[in-house]
């Protein structure tokens, strides 16, 4: 999966791709890897565990950018999601009409959704 290249402010290329050997979306900048989050797969099921951003690229969007990509891809996948990791709940929670339905309603309450 390709999330495709977008401009950053400063003209840099940023594209996010699902690294399965790895278990982890990663967003690429200019060809170097500025982040990533973890996640362990099950059947139809997705568990984000952990993300990071290079710190001297914070503030720029990327993270963002890196978890609505891999939301994308999840949804076009057909899987649900459990959001472990607190920036990926902060992100579902903040685009709650986009990405709540991901999570299984059963799930939601306990997640804070």
């Given at each position: ?7 950053d402010?400063l ?20 060809g170097r ?5 973890v996640?362990?797969?099950k059947?139809?099921?997705i568990a984000?565990?952990h993300?990071?951003i290079d ?7 990327l993270g963002?950018?890196?978890i609505?990509s ?20 902060e992100f579902?929670?903040?685009h709650?009409?986009e ?8 799930y ?6």
């Amino acid at each position: 999966m390709t999330a495709g290249h977008r401009n950053d402010a400063l003209g840099a290329s940023a594209e996010v791709h699902d690294n399965p050997f790895e278990e982890r979306y990663e967003i690429r900048l200019d060809g170097r890897t500025a982040g990533f989050t973890v996640y362990k797969s099950k059947l139809n099921l997705i568990a984000f565990l952990h993300t990071e951003i290079d710190p001297s690229l914070e503030g720029r969007g990327l993270g963002s950018r890196l978890i609505g990509s891999a939301l994308e891809d999840v949804r076009e996948r057909g899987l649900e999601v459990l959001p472990f990791c607190p920036f990926v709940n902060e992100f579902i929670r903040r685009h709650r009409e986009e990405y709540v339905g991901l999570l299984p309603e059963r799930y939601r309450r306990e997640f804070g959704l």
